[in-house]
Nanobody, 126 residues
Framework: VQLQASGGGLVQAGGSLRLSCAAS????????MGWFRQAPGRERELAAA????????YYADSVKDRFTISRDNAKNTVYLQMKSLKPEDTAGYYC????????????????????WGQGTQVTVSS
């Protein structure tokens, strides 16, 4: 499956952005989807993930109550709505797909995701 992320940009602290990730070439509804982020000099971390049906979600503590992950299986797209952005949210954001069931112990690990988008940069100015 091919993933194409978009929606990043430069925003002031307190602002909002919505990232999109469009999938093609596979059965989108069969994949757990995640949004990872990586800041310079730091490890890639999972920001949010969503189950195949969209019923279950996971958020890192650092983004909880500010970010919302959702998906539209009819449009083969996963979204990440980000609000109350902080400078520490500055990073490259990557969508990823995992062809396996929902298990919190696994979804946290980037190695559990087989397909990756190219990333979109989010920069939050103070």
């Amino acid at each position: 499956v091919q993933l194409q992320a978009s929606g990043g940009g430069l925003v002031q602290a307190g602002g909002s952005l919505r990232l999109s990730c469009a999938a093609s070439g596979g059965i989108f509804s069969s994949y757990v989807m995640g949004w990872f982020r990586q800041a310079p000099g730091r490890e890639r971390e999972l920001a949010a993930a969503i189950s195949r049906s969209g019923v279950m979600t996971y958020y890192a503590d650092s983004v909880k109550d500010r970010f919302t992950i959702s998906r539209d299986n009819a449009k083969n797209t996963v979204y990440l709505q980000m609000k109350s952005l902080k400078p520490e949210d500055t990073a490259g954001y990557y969508c990823a797909a995992r062809a396996a069931s929902w298990y919190v112990g696994d979804i946290l690990r980037s190695t559990e995701y087989k397909y990756w988008g190219q990333g979109t940069q989010v920069t939050v100015s103070s």
